[in-house]
C-alpha cells in the first residue's frame, strides 16, 4: 500500500477567507471589555430617546401655523382650510363633513357586532353521579376488575378496595 505524499504549502491550493478585512479593509475588533459590558445603573443606552415628532411632521405643523399671504382677514393656512372644509360639508360634501367631525369632535368608536355561543358542554360535565359511576364499574369490569365494600375501618385508611378478582385488594 503505497503512502500519500505530503505536498508543501505552497503546492495545497489557497483558501481564500472571508473576514472582516476581507469585506471592510479594516481589522475587525476582537476581545474589547468595553463592548461587553451593560449601561451602567441610572444610565440609559440612548439618552436622547427617540425624538417626539419627526422633521416632515413639525415641517407640516409650522406650515398650518403660517399666515397666508394677501389674505383679507390675516387667517392661517389652517383655518383656511377648516373654511374650506366648512364651506364643502354644508355643499353636501359628506367627506368634508366627516373630516370637519373627526378633526374637532375624535374619531368615533369602531363597533363590531359579534355573537358569542358558549361551547357545547363536555358530556362528562352534564352526567349525574349514577352515570359516572355506572361509566366507572363498566372500565373496571373491562380492565377485569371489581368493586367490592369495604368496611368503615378501612375506609379511613384510604384503600378504594379494588379488587382485579383474585382475592388481592388494589388502590387506585
Do not use: W
Amino acid at each position: 500500500m503505497a503512502r500519500k505524499r505530503k505536498t508543501a504549502k505552497s503546492e495545497a491550493p489557497a483558501r481564500r477567507k472571508k473576514n472582516a478585512t476581507a469585506i471592510s479593509g479594516k481589522s475587525p475588533r476582537r476581545g474589547r471589555v468595553e463592548n461587553l459590558r451593560p449601561f451602567l445603573p441610572g444610565t440609559s443606552g440612548n439618552p436622547s430617546g427617540r425624538p417626539k415628532t419627526a422633521a416632515l411632521s413639525q415641517a407640516c405643523r409650522d406650515k398650518l401655523a403660517d399666515l397666508v399671504p394677501d389674505d383679507p382677514h390675516g387667517r392661517t393656512y389652517a383655518q383656511c382650510i377648516a373654511d374650506r372644509l366648512g364651506e364643502l360639508a354644508i355643499a353636501g360634501n359628506l367627506s368634508a363633513a366627516q373630516e370637519l367631525a373627526d378633526r374637532a369632535e375624535g374619531r368615533a368608536r369602531q363597533t363590531l357586532a359579534a355573537t358569542v355561543t358558549p361551547a357545547p358542554a363536555h358530556p362528562y360535565e352534564t352526567e349525574s353521579d349514577q352515570d359516572v359511576q355506572a361509566r366507572r364499574d363498566r372500565i373496571l369490569a373491562t380492565l377485569g376488575y371489581t368493586l367490592t365494600p369495604l368496611p368503615e375501618s378501612e375506609l379511613v385508611s384510604g384503600s378504594n378496595g379494588a379488587s382485579n378478582g383474585d382475592g388481592a385488594t388494589e388502590t387506585l
